[in-house]
């Protein structure tokens, strides 16, 4: 069986990549910006307890999704 981790970066690149695209979708006061901004610098940072539960809750979600896709059966489109 296959298993799949995401180390610490991973997670920390994976999560600034949501962030810093809601950043740029979303119209927000300058000074809440920059209070996103220190979160993810600050809570957030590499090796921080923060990031390490986000890792945590990632895999168990990784892990979560991988097994209800191996119960599903394999449906094609010619199949009903």
């Known amino acids: 069986m296959v298993k799949i981790a995401l ?3 991973e997670c920390w690149e994976l999560m ?3 962030f810093n695209r809601l950043l ?3 119209e ?3 000074s809440d ?3 996103m901004r220190r979160w993810k ?3 957030m940072k590499a090796g921080g307890d923060e990031l390490r ?3 945590e809750k990632m895999n168990e979600d990784l892990a979560k999704l991988w097994q209800s896709r191996l119960r599903r059966p394999i449906k ?3 199949q009903r």
């Open 41 to 43: 610098s600050g809570d």
């Open 33 to 35: 910006r920059a209070k």
């Open 53 to 55: 539960a986000l890792q």
């Open 24 to 26: 740029d979708e979303i």
């Open 28 to 30: 927000i006061d300058k």
């Open 16 to 18: 600034s990549c949501v």
């Open 7 to 9: 180390e610490t970066d």
């Open 76 to 78: 094609r489109g010619d």
